[in-house]
């Protein structure tokens, strides 16, 4: 998923043999269908700051950005799921697409942070604890070495997956259309029509990328536990400290984000995108495994995509 901030706020994901694009006021989503048609669904988006201005606030707005791009996210996998298979024969293809209901997206979406809160906190601090021992290393959780070693496995954990996931067929094209998403955002960015001929040059790596926001996430993390966490008292056998340092790791993750999401913001302000740049770059080198150069037609989806939200966005601010 790609950030832009100039000349408007264009941002991104690819989905199922497509991309979702979004601006202030508008989503759109574009998917291959196997006839080679593009479908589209278009639409008015109305952000939470609009009704609760404070929203926009630095450090606030970025978990606000989270929460609209997770629903977002949802709708545009949704429809990607239904159109990418809209006439093929395969009837139970069809039909596990189109029983996708409300409470089964709430399902994933409920099983997807769990697995995320066992994968990336608890799982790393148990581990994290295990290795200060082996090593010899005093502290414990009050020490930066924790918490350095507790990120170093939560990055870790993140690119066996990228790993992992990118040998299946399906996310390698994925991956392709992740790479369309920042090539279309790249033209539009430099003021060039939108064309797949002009999109082509353009890099597949967008320093507003989605992929750099979570190693952003994970970097300042570790920074933040290491300060946080030794001032904060916990009581109580070994277990229950352990359970109150994870709770406490949850709740600073609102924060921690929004820091985050500032920092990406920084990134094409001139002098002080270079202040952004230590954490940028590492973002950079892991999109390398999650875009691949995509095809003409790939493209062709995505620019559908941003042209049709521009166009909404237009509208809107008419």
Known sequence: MAFLFAPLNVGGQAVIEG???RSPKAMAIAVRRPDG?????EERWRCIAEKLP??????????VVLVEALINGIQALNFSAKESIV????????????DISDWALAFTVFFSLALGVFLFLIVPHIISGIFLKLWGISGGIRSFAFHAVDGLIKIS?????????????DIKRIFQYHGAEH?????????????VANARGHSTLHPRCGT??????????IGVFAIVIPFIPFHGPKWLVTM???FTKMFLMAPIAGLSYEIIRLANKGMLGYLAAPFIYPGLLMQTLTTSNPADDQLEVAIEALKRALKIEEGARD
């Open 19 to 21: 991309v979702m694009m």
């Open 183 to 195: 090539k279309a955002i790249f033209t539009y960015e430099a003021g060039e029509e939108l064309l």
């Open 87 to 98: 006439g093929l024969e395969a009837s139970a293809a069809k039909t596990s697409a189109n």
């Open 244 to 246: 109150q340092i994870i």
């Open 54 to 63: 404070f929203f926009r606030w630095p450090i606030l707005r970025g978990s």
């Open 212 to 221: 750099a926001f979570i190693i952003i996430v994970l970097l300042i993390s």
């Open 37 to 41: 048609s593009i479908a589209v669904r």
């Open 157 to 169: 954990i993140f690119i066996i997956y990228i790993l992992v996931i990118g040998r299946i067929a």
